[in-house]
C-alpha cells in the first residue's frame, strides 16, 4: 500500500502529464484517500523513536498524497468542502503537539536530531505536512478559516 501511494504521489506531483481523464480519476479516488486518512490518521501517534507500524506508515503516506491533490485546484475546492477532513486535521495536529512533549518528539525535524546524528524515521515532517493541509483545505476558503 505504501509503494502504491507513493506511485500515486509522484503522478499527482507531475502536473505536467496528467490528462484530463486522470485528473477526473484522482478526484473519484481523493475522496476515498480522505476516508481513510480521516480513519487511520490517531495511529500515527502510536509511534516512538524505536518503534515502525505499517499502518502507520500508510496513514503517512496518505497524508503526503493528500497534501499533493490540495495543491491542484482541481481536486481542492473538492476536498475542502469534504466533511470532516478540516476538523481531523486540526485535531491531529493537536493530539501530536501534545504526543511531542510526552515523549521523543518523532514529528519535527527539529527535535528529531541527537548530538551529531539525525533520526531518519518516517514519522519526521508530520506535524508540517498536516499544516500543509489544513493551510491548503483553507486557502480562499472563508468557512474553512473561520473553522479554524
Not at 509511534?47 to 495543491?71: G, H, K, N, P
Amino acid at each position: 500500500r505504501v509503494t502504491f501511494l507513493e506511485l500515486m504521489m509522484v503522478k499527482v506531483s507531475d502536473k505536467n502529464s496528467v490528462t484530463s481523464e486522470e485528473v477526473n480519476v484522482f478526484v473519484r479516488h481523493a475522496y476515498f484517500l480522505a476516508v481513510c486518512f480521516q480513519e487511520k490518521c490517531r495511529g500515527v501517534l502510536k509511534l516512538t523513536a524505536d518503534m515502525e507500524d505499517e499502518e502507520a506508515l500508510v496513514t503517512i503516506r496518505l497524508l503526503d498524497v493528500l497534501c499533493e491533490m490540495t495543491s491542484n485546484n482541481s481536486q481542492l475546492e473538492r476536498l475542502q468542502a469534504f466533511p470532516g477532513l478540516l476538523e481531523i486535521a486540526v485535531d491531529t495536529l493537536r493530539l501530536t503537539h501534545l504526543a511531542g512533549k510526552q515523549a521523543v518528539n518523532i514529528f519535527t525535524a527539529t527535535h528529531a536530531v541527537t548530538g551529531q546524528e539525525e533520526i531518519s524515521h518516517p514519522a519526521v515532517g508530520f506535524k508540517s505536512h498536516l499544516i500543509r493541509l489544513i493551510g491548503n483545505l483553507c486557502y480562499k476558503n472563508k468557512e474553512n478559516q473561520d473553522k479554524v
